[in-house]
């Protein structure tokens, strides 16, 4: 496996975005989810791991509640903006996305759409059949595919494409994208992650990191002025493929120097953060560690050395969905999870004897969505998802 790689402000930063619902130490965050009729009881007891227990009344009807348990990654101590995605005017924010690799034929529209999307225009966001899709990486949905560009044909972990849409991309990377208040040179963004596959780094967001050069405005990386009323009255639009100029404001986006322009916001397609694959085994480096531990990437923007916006995302846990199917008997289905890697199932009559799991079956292997039929046994015990390394 090569060297990652990290790209800063190659004309037009990329910069990718992510929710930012992260707590500033190591914590464990407990959530109730209440399950649909039949489901049962689930303790995500490791941050691998969830279980779900079926309990019954003399009157035979399955009850149902959910508490799970997240343990999140160490995020520093910042002060924190609001969950969303969008980058309001007049407002510095930060997100974490994960969009096509910088040589897939899909780019031209991935800038479009991220553009757009992060200024609030309704955009495409499935990426399983558009890969120029904007799609913004969940607080607790990291795949281990998320950030891996690769020299042969690939999409979303799978180098086995069947949808024609994706048959030419190579993968993806992550992108962190930066909006703020102030003048851009006082600004700077450091990303770092619990991969060992990327080593962390810190950055100015207004210099191109290869030549030291101060990056002018462009369609990537817009300035507005909203002119003497002081009030926005120029809008980004799908039609117009960027932003449209309205009123006595001012949109920066052909090469004017930040550093010779006056503007009261910016944002920007920021850094792009890539881990390189040259064949399928490269895939095994990543997928053991996430088969590991819980990993997490965080991303902050800092103004003058100050924290002023935080994401961290983590990876997606399984959980054990157990149901009763038309005929009375049960079913269970993995859900959440990391997508192309596989499951096994374990067993436990108590949760408070930590050794009495057992193998469910040593011949299961569950994928993500792939049903199971567990027949009307083992009903009063508890379940629970383990990852299996490659």
């Known amino acids: 496996m090569s060297a990652p790689v990290w790209l800063f402000a190659i004309y037009g930063i990329r910069a990718q975005q992510q929710t930012r619902n992260n707590k500033p130490s190591v914590e464990i965050m407990k959530k109730k989810l209440i399950a649909v009729v039949t489901l049962a009881v689930a303790f995500n007891i490791t941050s691998h791991s969830a279980e779900f227990v079926i309990t019954t009344t003399d009157d035979g009807v399955i009850r149902t509640s959910a508490t799970t348990t997240r343990m ?68 607790n949905g990291l795949q281990w595919f998320d950030g891996y ?11 086995y494409l069947t949808n024609s849409a994706t048959a030419n991309d190579n993968g993806s990377r992550f992108v962190v994208s930066v909006c703020g208040t102030n003048d851009v040179s006082r600004y700077s963004c450091m990303i770092y992650s619990s991969l060992t596959n990327l080593a962390p780094v810190t950055f100015p967001i207004g210099t191109n990191t ?32 960027g932003w449209v ?67 961290t995302v983590s990876m997606s846990m399984a959980f054990v969905q157990v149901s009763l199917d038309g005929n009375y008997g049960m079913k269970m289905v993995i859900t959440g999870g990391q997508q192309n890697m596989t499951y096994k199932v374990q067993t436990t009559p108590s949760l408070s004897d930590p050794i009495a799991w057992k193998s469910f079956d040593d011949n299961l292997s569950l994928s993500p969505g792939e049903p199971y039929d567990i027949g009307t046994t083992n009903t009063a015990q508890f379940y629970r998802a383990v990852l299996v390394a490659p």
């Open 210 to 241: 290869s030549n030291g050069q101060e990056i002018p405005f462009n369609a990537n990386y817009v300035g507005i002025s909203v002119g003497s009323d002081g009030i926005l009255e120029s809008y980004p639009s799908a039609i117009a493929g």
């Open 149 to 159: 560009t690769t020299t042969f044909k690939s999409w979303l972990g799978s180098p």
């Open 72 to 139: 999140f990654s160490p995020a520093i101590n910042s002060p924190q903006n609001p969950n969303n995605n969008v980058f309001l005017f007049n407002s510095e924010n930060i997100v974490i996305e994960s969009l096509c690799s910088s040589i897939s034929p899909n780019k031209p529209q991935s800038y479009i759409n991220t553009m757009l999307g992060l200024a609030g225009v309704s955009v495409p966001t499935d990426r399983t059949s558009n890969p120029a899709a904007w799609y913004v990486i969940p607080p």
């Open 245 to 311: 100029q309205n009123g006595d404001d001012t949109v920066l986006v052909t090469n004017q120097l930040p550093s010779q322009s006056t503007y009261n916001w910016f944002y920007r397609f920021g850094a792009t953060v890539v881990i390189n694959a040259t064949s399928i085994a490269d895939f095994k480096s990543v997928q053991d560690q996430f088969a590991t531990t819980n990993q997490w990437i965080t991303a902050t923007l800092m103004r003058d050395g100050v924290i002023v916006a935080s994401r």
